[in-house]
């Protein structure tokens, strides 16, 4: 395995940076990516704290296969408890910062503190510099990154930052690059803005190492020519357009744009934000919408509810308080059970048949897409490089056979999903501990309580037996070795490899 | 027949730097871009990448300013080659390229540049977007010439 893969502590209390070498232990168990991340913001994280609070640390980390050919414009994971939630969040941001970052000489940044101004971070060939970034504060995304670029003398560099809705704690706030890539929801930019960071800078010249170089090009040349993924920039074009239809406003590229992705807000969730304003005032917003916008971002007037997002502002109205889990929609694809259709059907599938732990044949494809997700993200492979073409799913061989050729590393198929099974119990542990609620049904409470929710249209609720709902959602549980109250058994955490993790999340 | 050229597209460049990431795998064995005898370069004004690699130029700059004269030009092929041989490592053709085409590795105390992958660049192979070309001159001007025939024939009817 490449042993040239280091950490950055960086506690902006003290303005310290420490290096550290990614230990081989937990490469193996978490890969990198969302795994490895997911790890180091528990490890990290001050149990009880508040989202947007000192102790919640932030971590950003490169996939496994960022960088290399099978992913070299892998999405960079973002990992945080997310101020919108309140739960272990990954926000993914595609471009190419991840890769920068391994060029750098740095796979994973974990960023803890606050500092006494603003600052920025500038990580070039193996160090980290923080540097003041009191000029840059008010400014929107696009124009923080020129302005970084300027300043550090290069065109190039990468850079990473959050808008004025980041500085004012708007918790749904985005983090995006100069390329115009943004990251999902989450409200990460909030996060970085609760620690007085204004932006992240990456220039590497460093070597990655490829184990197996010829293979490399080899399995390149093989592969089919995939249409690149419609994302980023253009995702949040088309969905400004939706949202100007949707409101009927009459200019909407130009008012919009400025009012809403540069000043770092996620789109969509400030449309359910303002709908949800919309309903309950029973105000049309066609005409202040643009200002509204500004309000929110600068947390200022009657933007000041609507920038602690939706659902916090519902909760403050008398709904009540919302419990962790899947996110309902996931839920609802468990109910039903859909199995792959057409050829996917027919096309053996390279993952286990036979049952298992945590697999279960074709009755249980939403939880292994689930686990195929995560460890998507943990090598950060959006090149679908890893995607069986015929089923859509993640081809566990051709995966591992990718990890085998860059970095040298065995694993076999199965192995693999009880990495992303290990990834999914240390996030259920990490919201257990957090939203306190394992004594009460979290995911059945949420699914049910909650329609027309985030997620949710009222019309995907239709036609749904609640009672079979909840026998679904139980044998889930029971497949995924959770205990009636939703908690992991300790003997699966054992079996995971994860057994020290037990005591530092065990509910009280 | 002329030696074929590289060709680049900056509309259908996304800039995911794959190019880069595999000439540094195939020459250097490692990736990294600084490796790569291509670059993909953002052009800010109007919002598009633009990958830039050796010309091959006809009146190479680098030639007429190496002192060693360990840099020629293979007729036959269209390219501009290095004879390390001869190449002492002066940087000067490093400083005349005026495409910003020519590297040097620090490490080995040489220049480098695109070498075509001796006919077959494999940036071009792996170019998702096909942004990267290699073919004959001719193949590129032709349909360039139909797109201003267009242009052209318009007065004389409105319905091309």
Known sequence: MAANRKIAFVDLDTRRVEVTPVPLEWRRKFIGGRGLGNTLACRQAIAGCDAPADGNPVVISAGLLAGTLSGPGAPVAIIARSPLTGFLECALLSGLFGAEMRWAGFDHLVITGRARQWVSLFIQNGTVQIKTAVNLKGNGIQRTCRLLEKELGDGEIKVLACGPAGEHGVRFATLADGAGHVNGRTGMGAALGAKRMKALACRGSLDVEIKFPEQAVADRRMQPAVPPPTGGRQTERRFLRDLAEACRLPEPETDIERGIADSGMDARTFQYTARWAAGITGKELENDLVQLAGLTARAKGRGRILAEGPLRAAVTNGRDELQCGLPARRLIGLYRETPPT?????????????????????????????????????????????????????????????????TGDVFKPRSLLTVAYRIYALERLYNIREAKCARRDGHAKFALEVPGGLEMSPEAWENIDLKTFRQVVARHYRQTGWDRKTLVKKKILERLGIAELWNQFKLK | MSAKVLTVDPQKCTGCRACEVACSVAHAQVSNPARSRIRVVTWRPARCFLPVACQQCEDAPCLQACPQEAISRDEGRGQVIIDYTRCVGCRTCFYACPFGAMKFDADRGRPFKCDLCGGQPLCVEICEDQALAFKDPLAVTYPRAREASRIYRRPFNRNI
Do not use: M, W
């Open chain 1, 342 to 406: 057409g050829s996917a059907a027919a096309t053996p599938f390279s993952a286990p048949k036979k049952r298992s732990a945590y697999y279960r044949g074709q009755s249980g494809t939403v939880p292994h897409l689930d686990l195929s997700f995560r460890l998507l993200d943990c090598l950060g492979d959006r090149s679908c490089a890893g995607i069986c073409p015929a089923t859509g799913h993640l081809d566990l061989e051709r995966t591992a056979e990718l990890i085998r050729i860059n």
